[in-house]
């Protein structure tokens, strides 16, 4: 029998239903890998006590024929998400000691409906970063290597230990966050599948803010399947969130069986980046193919302003996360460093509390949101963001379903390997995702094979507003003919 913790999420609902195995069982099977990985430093926190608390829970509903639709899975949750009265970080020492009052939306969904928490997942620092080497509580490690190599890689950023854990067993899905690739990259370095729903889809409320009018919480899991299973309660609208958007959650299970018989999959030639190894190209061409030979329609299409797309990126997300990174002075929150007075204390406390990249993003945002310099960048940089969005609705227009690119412009990479004085290098990972972010559209990241080095790469399918249920089709469909990637054997066990 497969171990519990290696079952996908649909196939531990099943058990968990017809009684195969207690809520309980699974749970335990999970604390147990967790303590045994600790070497990938995925978890920030583990809460065994509340997981145990919950699955017992589950055990009662269950026994009752009560059983609620996550009902006994245990998931872990980024740590940028706020969970009432457990210790939440946003990797970051400014956080230290802040054990939120609230749950935030999503989470509370997910427990809402069942699930069981077993613990908080690390993540590069306020969700900045390509590679979770940022985090004030240490990097987290990939389970993969490469072949013949004991290279400790990364599991790519910033929900890498979302993307880590679920690579590695230590939970059966996670949630995690997407402000310019944060679910997709990370998912596309570890074999996982991760969906960054359209803007608006899940609740902001309760989540740390990085960049208010770009981020987006979703889910990283092993299958499509279980992607489409948690996002179905992730989803929702929430008048807390004045951006989330009051429509009906689609039964996103049900979208994966429909194929793609009919529709059109635009292939944006500007995703042709210079330096983009041949294995992607063919990686790229291969998904292009399985879509054709499942009956869709493949079109060359134009996104004609994507090579600004990342220069304006790195605009408007460091001006937002200056005026939300604002908040952390030492009055509120975490950490307190005193000074010789209260500006002294903020200096203080902001200074220690904060790392190199936080304090990067934060002097660009203020610099770039500046009065003399307001127009030349900030202002530039939305009307660029409008021109990106443009494109995408031209393409829609034209009778594009969907588009299809490349996941990452290359497999994962050593640790420290990226981490040279030129932090544009790691900027540049996200160059496939950050126009989804821009033009607050739906994107899902999908394993499609592996690298000469036997990593594992992905590809990307890219959405109409709200048109989740098509990705979660033509991914299912690049999984059924990739077949699903096999995760590396437990070497940290
Ligand atoms: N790597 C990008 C950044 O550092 C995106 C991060 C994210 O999506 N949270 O801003």
């Not at 995703?271 to 193919?289: H, S, T």
Request: aromatic share 8%; proline share 6%; charged share 20%.
């Amino acid at each position: 029998m497969t171990a519990l913790n290696e079952l996908t999420l649909a196939e531990a609902r099943d058990g968990l239903a017809s009684k195969q195995f207690s809520a309980r069982e699974i749970a335990q099977a999970h604390l147990d890998a967790i303590e045994k990985a600790r070497a990938l430093n995925a978890y920030i926190v583990a809460t065994p006590d509340r997981a145990l608390k919950m699955a017992e829970v589950s055990d009662a509903k269950i026994a009752k024929g009560e059983a609620r639709p996550l009902e006994g899975l245990p998931l872990g949750i980024k740590d940028l998400f706020a969970t009432q009265g457990v210790h939440t970080t946003a990797g970051s020492k400014i956080l230290e000691g802040f054990e939120p009052h609230y749950e935030s939306n999503v989470s509370a969904q997910l427990w809402r409906d069942g699930a069981v928490m077993l613990g908080k997942l690390n993540l590069d620092e306020f969700a900045m970063g390509s590679s979770n080497e940022t985090s004030a509580y240490g990097k987290t490690i990939s389970p993969w290597r490469r072949q013949g190599s004991d290279t400790p890689l990364v599991p790519g950023g910033s929900s890498g230990g979302s993307a880590a854990a679920v690579a590695a067993h230590l939970c059966l899905g996670a949630t995690a966050t997407d402000t310019g690739g944060s679910i997709r990259q990370p998912a596309a370095f570890t074999g996982t599948v991760g969906i960054k729903p359209t803007y608006g889809r899940c609740s902001r409320w309760g989540i740390i803010a990085y960049a208010s009018s770009l981020d987006q919480a979703g889910p990283i899991a092993r299958t499509v399947q279980d992607c489409a299973i948690l996002l179905g309660s992730m989803a929702g609208h929430d008048p807390r969130d004045t951006t989330s958007v009051d429509l009906p959650v689609p039964d996103f299970e049900a979208a994966i069986s429909r194929g793609v018989k009919g529709l059109t999959i635009g292939i944006p030639k500007e995703y042709r980046v210079e330096g983009m190894p041949d294995e992607i190209q063919r990686l790229w061409d291969q998904g292009a193919e399985w879509l054709k030979e499942a009956g869709a329609t493949i079109k060359e299409i134009s996104l004609p302003h994507t090579p600004y797309a990342l220069p304006a990126y790195y605009i408007v997300a460091p001006a937002e996360a200056s005026s939300n990174l604002a908040r952390y002075d030492g009055v509120r929150y975490g950490l307190r460093v005193p000074g010789k007075d209260i500006a002294g204390m903020y200096e203080n406390t902001r200074a220690a509390g904060f790392g190199r990249e936080v304090k990067r993003r934060i002097m660009i945002g203020t610099y770039v949101l500046s009065a003399g310099y307001y127009d030349a960048y900030y202002v530039r940089a939305q009307k660029i963001r409008t021109l990106i969005k443009r494109d995408f609705e031209a393409a829609y227009a034209s009778g594009v379903d969907a588009i299809l690119t490349p996941a990452t412009p290359s497999a994962a990479f050593g640790i420290g390997e990226m981490a040279s004085a030129d932090p544009v290098e790691m900027y540049l990972n996200d160059v496939f995702t950050v126009t989804v972010n821009m033009a607050g559209l739906p994107g899902i990241a999908v394993p499609a094979g592996l690298d000469a080095q036997g990593l594992p790469l992905g590809l990307q399918l890219i959405g109409r507003p709200f048109d989740e249920e098509t990705l979660f089709a033509a991914a299912q469909t690049i999984e059924n003919a990739a077949g699903r990637i096999s995760l590396p054997k437990a070497w940290w066990a």
